[in-house]
């Protein structure tokens, strides 16, 4: 019964903003179109968009890259920083194929998926660098503001080809702003009814030989627990983040960046009289989780001429994490390093890229009690040649080769091919398909949410890399109706990935776990439906996934748990350009399987917006899940006693209904 209610809510509050905006503007539409060109999202008035240079590797523009790639633009990753200035979680999460999974109840640990795959075999980078391996993978999302963010790019499906072991599900590439000459500072102040605040700030100006670019954020919470079961939804917390680059314009054939990333973050959940400081018996649990990240990044450039190319970029990483519980604690360190070494070579109708790459990961903890040491050291060499030719007006291939060598695991070889076809201005379509892999590691779902209690170290001698296989194909088909007044786009993906020597966290019976590569596979296949339609100021979006992704394991077949087979995205924005913005959105999730056997429910988490704007400034509320859409309301989240909780799957919102406001100033 709550799940028709929720539907009527949010059916309600459609027509209501519905209604109100048609009737809000008199006046003729200008003539701004949104439409989708060639798989991404590109607002007609912002051309320029059309020559932007993706995750491919190469310099060719997003309208002849054969590879598929959504691309989030600076329009809409600010809106998003409305509804979660804090972290990325909901730009990601609200894309369709995308899902977030919180990993503690109590500490909100997330990791994203994409097609139905564990969060490990998406590769998140910054920049172009790897940005949240191993160690630092259960509280990347939750860490990082967007406010910096110029772009966000994310290919689906196997990327190991681009940018080596990791991307089986595909990738997601987060592009910082970079300095003009006309300067750029802009704050946000932005608070919320679960007891949140998010101070950031960024200011970016070029000069004549040099650039800079420095962001700052500080973001805090008080525990909050909606459902009054003394349990933190939201965790107690204070991160601060700090990230100056220095861009070096040396001559019009060399440029180069020196970046630096800081970050510390103190996160306390768990029961609320222990969070307050009270002592009440029986109400003593919690799981405290500290970390840092300190990051440096070089990249440098030097053409030799308009068509050849060099680009030599490195970065190191240190990410230092404890979890602390009652009656445990796990306190690990993290150094990692990433080269590269590329030439590429551009000519109208062909172009080339190859390069050399060198991982270093180096992981070391404090012993457990019981002797338990984890400790790793792990290098991998790769080499990768690539090339995109136009072979026709309508016709582009895009084809990769990469091999990469890990100490102690072994050679992968993965082949690539992608093609564009586009008959014509309004229809396209990608077929594409590639080769991945994944070195084994602890760092999975299943560990985190157990905090890597028990959890036995990985072995070359018993473990060995996880290999796969997937392909892509999309059709896009554009059009304008009524006079161009009203505009029409249609993306439609079909995808199936084979996940090969799967590796599980398995039970040994005496109380510890153990990484195992079983002996079978992973399928997960599905499709994507994207419908946009334009209307003046008024858009709709329609978004729909089917997903199934299944285990074979010794001959008997399940399906996977948390992952929703049905999902619905349904955005209906009305926006005046630099005046008003006023959305309203409804995500249905239909049930999922859980680890213990059972099925969760389906629910509809459903969202309103508005953004005023001025010359120099916009104000903007936001009301979150506001049917209030939460697991305690239908469903446990806990077994056992309160000192010793079992807790069971996460796979519908705890916080429930949440509201924020603030302020976005530009100077």
């Not at 054939?253 to 609320?272: Q, W």
């Not at 970029?313 to 445990?328: M, V």
């Not at 069971?648 to 976005?664: E, H, M, Q, S």
Request: net charge neutral; aromatic share 12%; with cysteine.
């Amino acid at each position: 019964m709550n799940r028709y209610r929720a539907l009527l809510l949010c059916f309600i509050g459609m027509v209501s903003v519905s209604t109100s905006l048609f009737g809000a503007e008199k006046e003729d539409y200008p003539k701004v179109q949104i439409v989708v060109k060639d798989s991404v999202v590109i607002d007609e008035k912002e051309e320029e968009l059309d020559e932007v240079v993706v995750s491919t590797r190469g310099t060719r523009t997003i309208k002849r890259t054969p590879t598929r790639i959504e691309l989030l633009s600076g329009e809409e990753i600010n809106e998003k920083a409305m509804m979660k200035p804090g972290d990325i979680r909901v730009m990601l999460s609200e894309t369709t194929g995308i899902l977030t999974q919180q990993t503690s109840p109590i500490s909100g640990n997330a990791l994203i998926r994409i097609q139905g795959l564990d969060g490990r075999y998406t590769q998140i980078l910054k920049d172009g660098f790897p940005a949240f391996p191993g160690a630092a993978s259960g509280l990347g999302l939750l860490q990082t503001p967007p406010l910096d963010l110029r772009q966000v790019e994310v290919i689906k499906g196997s990327s190991s080809t681009l940018y080596g072991g990791g991307a089986i599900a595909g990738l997601v590439n987060l592009v910082s702003k970079i300095p003009t000459t006309e300067r750029e500072l802009s704050f946000l102040l932005n608070g919320t009814t679960a007891r949140g605040l998010d101070v950031s700030g960024f200011y970016g100006q070029r000069f004549t030989k040099v650039g800079t670019t420095i962001f700052a954020s500080y973001n805090t919470s008080r525990a909050y627990d909606p459902s009054d079961i003394d349990f933190s939804a939201i965790p107690q917390y204070d991160r601060l983040n700090f990230s100056p680059k220095l861009f070096l314009y040396l001559s019009p054939e060399t440029t180069g960046s020196i970046g630096l990333n800081s970050m510390i973050e103190n996160r306390l959940g768990g029961d609320m009289h222990y969070i307050r400081g009270e002592d009440v018996s029986g109400h003593t649990h919690y799981e405290r989780n500290k970390s840092l990240r300190h990051s440096a990044q070089l990249n440098f450039n030097h053409w030799f001429s308009e068509t050849s190319k060099l680009n030599l970029k490195s970065s190191a990483t240190y990410f230092k994490r404890s979890i602390e519980l009652p009656d445990y604690q796990f306190d690990g360190k993290q150094w990692t390093t990433f080269s590269e070494l590329a030439y590429s070579l551009t000519h109208d109708k062909v172009e080339w890229v190859g390069g050399l790459n060198l991982w270093t990961d180096n992981f070391s903890e404090q012993p457990q009690k019981g002797g338990i040491v984890r400790d790793y050291n792990q290098t991998t060499f790769g080499a990768f040649v690539q090339s995109n030719a136009n072979l026709f007006s309508w016709f582009t291939v895009e084809t990769g080769l990469r091999t990469d060598y890990v100490i102690d695991y072994g050679l992968s070889v993965l082949p690539r091919l992608s093609l564009l076809f586009k008959p014509t201005e309004k229809l396209s379509s990608r077929l594409g398909g590639g080769f991945g892999y994944k070195a084994p590691t602890i760092f999975t779902e299943e560990s985190e949410r157990i905090a890597y209690r028990n959890v036995l170290p990985i072995s070359d001698k018993t473990n060995k890399i996880e290999r796969s296989w997937g392909v892509n194909w999309d059709v896009n088909y554009t059009t304008g109706l009524w006079d161009n007044r009203v505009t029409l786009s249609i993306n439609q993906l079909f995808f199936y990935t084979r996940l090969n020597n799967t590796l599980l966290m398995k039970p040994l019976g005496d109380g510890y776990y153990q990484m195992q590569n079983i002996d079978g596979h992973t399928d997960t296949r599905g499709l994507e439906t994207n419908i946009k339609i334009g209307w003046g100021h008024l858009h709709y979006y329609f978004g729909y996934t089917y997903t199934h992704t299944e285990t074979e394991e010794y001959g008997l077949h399940y399906e996977n748990i948390l992952t929703p087979r049905h999902r619905l995205n349904n955005v209906l924005m009305y926006e005046v350009e630099d005046k008003w913005k006023i959305g309203f959105e409804a995500y249905y999730f239909s049930p999922q399987w859980l680890s213990d056997g059972k099925r969760g429910q389906s629910y509809w988490n459903c969202g309103f917006m508005a953004e005023k704007s001025w010359r120099h400034f916009s104000v903007f509320v936001n009301f979150e899940n506001f049917t209030d859409a939460r697991q305690t309301r239908f469903d446990t989240i806990y077994t056992g006693s309160r000192t010793n909780p079992e807790w069971r799957d996460i796979y519908a919102p705890l916080d429930g209904f949440v509201a924020n406001a603030g302020i976005k100033v530009r100077l």
